[in-house]
């Protein structure tokens, strides 16, 4: 973890990732890497307010901090050559594993991995959805849904040399309506391990101290009283749940 005065330099755009649908640069503080996300570059979506999904990237970050899971990168608020935006140190993941995979649908291993969904490729052969049944995934999977999020793509998973998991791009979060769209159904209908309950029973109690005031200058009053519901849910019914509403179960496209 870098020095805290070196996220207060100047903030340096080294390059752009146009794989984004949001304005996401490439950044430099002092001899740090990071992303940087402004405001300005937001598109305005039908289903979320405009001009915050920044702030709910930092909620997210809060929220995993609470957890005490590390699922999501350091996270903050900031200024820049586009104005202020979000500010996350980058990761660098590692390209020879894969956390979420499409597969042949007789290639699906039969340990280590949890089977999502069936479907036939753009050649019609029959293919597999599968991720991995780890620790770390389990958590995230924990982690969206406590944060509602809509946006769990297989590529917004980073495969960290060492097994660890790190989740990004969580500006589609805390809605106050059921959003979650995830590609990491796997575990449905599983009860919580104890240390997955410890976790969702942290966020909740935070959410009457310091964690539910900064949250309140990041999120709306009501989406705030979501969070705290969607814990209470989970505690008082300890499992993986299942799709529900009429919106997608998963996020397209899949990666």
Sequence with gaps: M???????GALDITGR??????GTFLAQLGDVDVVYKPISGERPLWDFPSGNLANREVAAYLVSEAF??????????????????????????DPEQEAVDLVALDAVPEVGWRHVFEGRDEDDHPVALIHEDSVALRRMAVFDIVVN???R????ILAM??????GVDHGLTFHVEHKLRTVLWGWLG?????????????VREGLAGDLGARLAELISPVELL??????????????????????????????
Aim: charged share 25%; hydrophobic share 35%; net charge negative.
């Design 2 to 8: 870098p020095e805290a005065d070196v996220f207060d």
């Design 17 to 22: 990732i146009t794989t984004a649908s949001n």
């Design 68 to 93: 005490g899971w590390n699922v999501v990168p350091r996270t903050w608020l900031r200024d820049g050559p586009f104005g202020e935006g979000m500010v996350q140190l980058w990761q660098e993941a």
């Design 149 to 151: 999020n809509a946006d």
């Design 153 to 156: 793509k297989g590529y917004h």
């Design 161 to 166: 040399p060492d097994g660890h998991r790190h």
């Design 190 to 202: 599983d009860d919580l391990e104890p240390d997955e309950v410890a976790g969702v029973e942290r």
């Design 226 to 255: 979501a969070l705290g519901r969607r814990c209470d849910r989970l505690l008082a019914n300890p499992r993986f749940p299942a799709p529900r509403g009429q919106m997608p179960a998963m996020p397209w496209p899949l990666f």
